[in-house]
């Protein structure tokens, strides 16, 4: 629907700790050269916690911009107030955003009624929504059970499911017709091979064409050549989770030159140099220092 690799793209900040928009928009454009089906704006990945509405739609509008039609935009619009989400993205679909993630509420842990309204309200917008269940973020796991429920909203068509109990994902699979997408790396295969559309990604900044391969043979039902080239990327996608993302995601794409710095906004920091010496030894064992 939206397509297989779907990179969570991070926001580059100025010495002045501002939205790098040049910096940005040639992300944006190496991604989609590079592997990326889509992109997901102001997401976890993209620091959305610590930007403005301004700046957030100033992403969504920079993206649509930038790769017009050759790849999906994919809005981060959740939060855990209702009304605020529901003007975000309303001001998504003005800018063109073809959906929007929207992450379980988190911190006021909101009853099973206050899920289903919560996402109800945004779905009326009438911007196709992703459900976002990610359990170590929220605080709340939203269980195969109420995903179904969820599933019957009019304008809910996918799942990015960044919770890594496979059966929870198998039975959401059996008991809806959700579009799903793993939500962590290292879920990739697994999602697809159990009929999955592919993964909303952070490893893809660095390896989007080798993801979509993986992703294609699992599709094709060339299961040990997807699980071969899957292999070969779990150093990486351990590696770019030695500390909190996007320090270390931010960190390589500075490594190699795509992005101008690894500036993050507090309460993240940027990588120690321990990290940055685990990361470096991972890229340069993968090859892709050679590639900068």
Do not use: W
């Not at 739609?57 to 999906?72: I, K, P, Y």
């Not at 006021?108 to 109800?120: E, K, L, M, S």
């Not at 490893?203 to 997807?226: I, K, N």
């Amino acid at each position: 629907m939206f397509g297989a690799i779907l990179t969570a793209m991070v926001t580059p900040f100025d010495a002045d700790g501002r939205v790098d928009e040049a910096a940005a928009a040639a992300l944006a454009r190496h991604l989609v050269e590079h592997g990326s089906d889509g992109l997901v704006m102001a997401g976890t990945t993209g620091e959305a916690s610590t930007l403005t509405d301004d700046e957030k739609v100033g992403l969504f509008r920079l993206a649509r911009r930038e790769v017009g039609d050759r790849a999906t935009v994919v809005a981060g619009t959740g939060s855990n107030d209702t009304a605020h989400s529901v003007h975000l993205t309303h001001l998504a679909a003005e800018a063109g955003a073809d959906a929007a993630l929207v992450v379980t509420p988190y911190y006021n842990r909101p009853p099973r009624a206050g899920i289903v309204a919560h996402v109800a309200a945004i779905a009326e917008v009438g911007v196709p929504v992703i459900l976002y269940n990610i359990p170590g973020r929220a605080g709340l796991n939203l269980e195969p059970d109420i995903i179904a429920e969820l599933a019957t909203i009019p304008n809910v068509v996918a799942l990015k499911q960044a919770n890594p109990d496979l059966d929870q994902c198998r039975r959401v699979a059996e008991t809806t017709d959700l579009v799903i997408y793993a939500g962590n790396d290292d879920m990739t295969l697994a999602v697809a091979e159990m009929g999955g559309a592919g993964v909303i990604s952070v490893a893809s900044h660095l390896v989007g064409e080798e993801m979509a391969a993986v992703v294609a043979a699992a599709r094709a039902g060339e299961l040990d050549e997807a699980r071969r080239r899957d292999a070969e990327l779990t150093d990486l996608y351990a590696g770019l989770f030695v500390t909190t993302s996007p320090i270390l995601i931010k960190a390589a794409l500075e490594m190699l030159g795509l992005i101008p710095s690894g500036r993050l906004r507090l309460p993240l920091v940027e990588a120690t140099p321990v990290q940055r010496d685990i990361l470096r030894t991972v890229l340069e064992r993968q090859g892709i220092l050679a590639r900068g």
